[in-house]
Each structure stands twice: as structure tokens, then as C-alpha cells.
């Protein structure tokens, strides 16, 4: 069977702390059977650059070969998610007016789209493109989607997603050493909106904080697409350095300190967090420094969220890695923003944890893509320009 009508897919999520690779097939609505996963830990990256480019080629490879091997499929089409740090977003106002007034089909769309999506770029490539909401010139209301309406004209606001050609060209040269021949790069941002929130969550404006380790992202999505993207260096990788700088112990004890603090206590000020015999962490002083990055990192988030052209209302949502296990940072990070925060994880059995977010959503969106027949729309509309 080819690759395009095989079940299985292989999706391959980089995030500023480990590379996972994942490979099997959707069984029933929201069951997945992941038939290989594979986690390879690297240095990461910070500020849009891989700390070692040639040991992140190397992961890629042999976690990819060793997918393939343990799960004996034929497939040789990887879908890779690009970290929010390599994405840059472009939102753009766009019309078609057709032939005559009368009903709009996914060909009207897909020319919509695509007409907005020429880039003249040589440091970044489309990697695709999604309507955050559409209008047509019979109503004066905005809409989620509008085939099937009569219209004379329809005007959308575009998301187009470019990934730095630096990322997509280092990572495709380690792939294809891996064996496989098609490579679509996927948003990962983008990615994590459309899979962890349902169509009706997504019809107006919200936000999503991916802390990861060293780097996080901000995407304020709607509809299919996303209205701000931004990426900056911060993550629970910088929680354990201020512990270990500011105490002035083992980064090994840090990162334990930063597992075991709990933000919701009122610690006493001999009570001991963690000590090794040669060095003490008591808990009242972890937790100063620990809400003291959480505080800092919330301002960045609410800049990002009042550069944004949203109501101030909308919901937030946290997810990742970086803060999951500490206890009371989404408290401290929603006390800081002014405004409740909700923890979320994909809604599939098996991987419910924020730390999951990452790959599952990636794994759940190019599983959709690959189905033939009905994946053809959804390709149409939000992923035109993805084929690598």
C-alpha cells in the first residue's frame, strides 16, 4: 500500500528540550493507536537557533530509523512540527469576487487562500495557510466558514505560517537520511489550536500559553487560524537556572527544588525543600524565586495578549511542559495576568498531561491530513503550501 492511503502516520515534534517521534493510526473518534514512541533529549535552542545543529541532525535521524524499525511500517512521509521560535505569522486581508452571486464551493476557498499566499522570502518558506474568519457581501456578519452560502464576493483574514528555511532545511536533510522522501511541516503553535479545542471554542478569539523549557509561545488563535504568534526564550529550564544561581547549588538540585515546591503553601522559614549533604534549599526561599520567574514570564504573556486585537476577556489556556509539575505556578501566572487561566491537555485517552500537547496535537492534525477523500478539503483549507 502507498504511503498516501497507508493508516499510519509519523509525525516528529521538536521541542526546545527533546525531540519525540511518534508512528501509528486513528482506530475510532478520539482513540489513537500509537504503535511507537520515541524521546531523545538534546541541548535545544534558544532565540531562533539550535545550540548544536549537528547533534539535533543526529537525533533526528536515528530517532526517526529507529521508528521505522520498531514498527515495520511502509510509510516514507513524516510530518514535522516547527517550534513557534522558526514560525513567523502573517495575517492578511484577502478577496475573490466570483463569476456571479451564487452558492460558495471549497474551490472559491482554496483560490481565496492561495491568492494571498505569494511570499517573496528566500529565508522562509510557506509552511501553511488557515482563515481565522471569513464575510461575504451578503451579510454583514464575520463567519467560521461560508461555503454553501450565496455570495458575489468573499474577503477572509489569512494566517500564513513561514517557517525559517534554516530550520526546514536542517531538518529535512537529517530525514531524508532516515528514508523518508515527503516532508510537510506543520505549525506546531497552529497545530495544538485546532487539535486540544473544538470548532465551537474556536469560533471566537482565545489564548494559548505553551510553556516548554527553554523557549514558550503565545498564539491567540480563532477559527482555523491564528491572529498572533510569539515566541521567547523562557521556560522551566530558566526556574531551575535562577534556583541554581541565586542558592548557588548543583543545577541537579535545582531542577529537584523546582519539581518538589508547592506555590500553594505557606512555607515556615526553616522548612527544608531538598538537600543533598553538602547543600540546603529551604522551601520559603525556592518559592520566592520560583513565583518570581512565573510573575516575569505572565508579563510577557500579557504584552503579547495586549498587542493582540482580542476583548480582554478572552480565555486563556496553559500547556507544556515547562510549568506543568510545579504546583500553583497556573495560580500565580493568572493572579499576575488578572484573569483565570485553564490548564489543558489533549482529550485523548493516554495522553492527558500538558507535557503532551506538543506531539499529540501534531499526531492528531496529520492524521486528519493524511486521510484521503475528506483530508482533501481540510488540505484545501488550511494546509496549502505544507508540501515541502
Request: with cysteine; charged share 25%; glycine share 8%.
Amino acid at each position: 500500500m502507498s504511503a498516501m492511503f497507508s493508516k499510519d502516520i509519523v509525525a516528529l515534534d521538536v521541542s526546545s528540550r527533546r525531540i519525540t517521534a511518534m508512528v501509528g493510526c486513528k482506530k475510532a473518534q478520539s482513540v489513537y493507536d500509537v504503535k511507537v514512541r520515541l524521546e531523545r533529549e538534546y541541548d535545544g535552542y534558544s532565540d531562533g537557533a539550535f545550540f548544536d545543529e549537528e547533534q539535533l541532525a543526529g537525533a533526528v535521524t536515528d530517532i526517526l530509523s529507529e521508528a521505522l524499525s520498531q514498527s515495520g511500517i511502509a510509510t516514507r512521509r513524516v510530518y514535522v512540527g516547527v517550534p513557534g521560535e522558526f514560525v513567523t505569522l502573517v495575517n492578511r486581508p484577502v478577496t475573490v469576487t466570483l463569476d456571479r452571486v451564487r452558492r460558495v464551493v471549497d474551490a472559491d476557498i482554496s483560490y481565496l487562500i492561495a491568492k494571498g499566499g505569494a511570499f517573496d522570502d528566500p529565508d522562509r518558506v510557506l509552511i501553511g495557510s488557515s482563515a481565522v474568519s471569513y464575510s461575504v457581501d451578503t451579510s454583514d456578519k464575520q463567519f467560521f466558514d461560508v461555503r454553501g452560502m450565496n455570495a458575489g464576493r468573499v474577503s477572509a483574514t489569512v494566517s500564513y505560517m513561514l517557517a525559517d528555511r534554516s530550520f526546514t532545511e536542517l531538518v529535512e536533510s537529517a530525514v531524508r537520511k532516515a528514508g523518508f522522501r515527503e516532508i510537510r511541516f506543520v505549525a506546531s503553535a497552529w497545530a495544538e489550536c485546532v487539535a486540544m479545542f473544538e470548532r465551537e471554542q474556536r469560533d471566537a478569539a482565545y489564548a494559548v500559553i505553551d510553556a516548554g523549557y527553554l523557549s514558550s509561545s503565545v498564539a491567540i488563535g480563532r477559527g482555523e487560524g491564528l491572529q498572533e504568534l510569539k515566541s521567547f526564550s523562557m521556560g522551566g529550564g530558566h526556574v531551575a537556572a535562577d534556583i541554581y544561581e541565586v542558592l548557588d547549588i548543583p543545577f541537579e538540585l535545582a531542577e529537584e527544588a523546582k519539581e518538589l515546591v508547592d506555590l500553594n503553601l505557606s512555607y515556615s522559614p526553616d522548612a527544608v525543600l531538598v538537600a543533598d549533604g553538602e547543600h540546603i534549599v529551604y522551601a520559603a526561599e525556592a518559592c520566592e524565586i520560583v513565583r518570581a520567574r512565573l510573575e516575569y514570564f505572565a508579563e510577557i504573556v500579557a504584552e503579547v495578549i495586549a498587542s493582540a486585537d482580542v476583548p480582554g476577556y478572552i480565555p486563556v489556556y496553559l500547556t507544556g511542559e515547562g510549568f506543568s509539575a510545579i504546583r500553583g505556578a497556573r495560580s500565580v501566572i493568572a493572579d499576575k495576568l488578572g484573569r483565570p487561566v485553564e490548564l489543558t491537555a489533549p482529550k485523548v485517552p493516554g495522553f492527558t498531561r500538558p507535557d503532551d500537547s506538543s506531539a499529540l496535537s501534531l499526531f492528531v492534525v496529520a492524521e486528519t491530513m493524511q486521510k484521503p477523500g475528506s483530508a482533501l478539503d481540510i488540505l484545501k483549507r488550511v494546509f496549502n503550501g505544507g508540501k515541502k
